[in-house]
């Protein structure tokens, strides 16, 4: 069982920055990859970003290349969501997931955290 906690959410102005933090419980918090997805009023629930468990392979939805990263300390059991450059078009309650294997569609995530909303104005 993995219970995940997301932080960091707001209100920012276009092309500013939010770091989203999710923290993790349990103790096999590095054989999960974490996945980062969002979620606008009135449309369907988008993934974002991946990380896998140990080795750090990174994958990101195209609508975020080159604006967000994320990333993971299994340490501390958190994965962070630095997002940049941000615009109106990210607005959406964000979620992060935790999966067993890495590259799973949505349905394949079996941990889901409550979502933080992150609002962008223009």
């Known amino acids: 069982q993995v219970q995940l906690v997301e932080s960091g959410g707001g209100l920012v102005q276009a092309g500013g920055s939010l770091r989203l933090s999710c923290a993790a419980s349990g103790r096999t918090f590095s054989t999960y990859a974490m996945g980062w997805f969002r979620q606008a009023p009135g449309k369907e629930r988008e993934f974002v970003a991946v990380?896998?468990?140990?080795?750090?392979?990174?994958y990101y939805a195209d609508s975020v290349k080159g604006r967000f990263t994320v990333s993971r300390d299994n340490a501390k059991n958190t994965v962070s969501l630095q997002m940049n450059s941000l615009k109106p078009e990210d607005t959406a309650v964000y979620y992060c997931?935790?999966?067993?294997?890495?590259?799973?569609?949505?349905?394949?995530?079996?941990?889901w955290g409550q979502g933080t909303q992150v609002t962008v104005s223009s």
């Open positions: 997931a935790a999966a067993r294997l890495l590259g799973l569609p949505v349905r394949g995530y079996d941990y």
């Open positions: 990380i896998s468990g140990s080795s750090g392979l990174t």
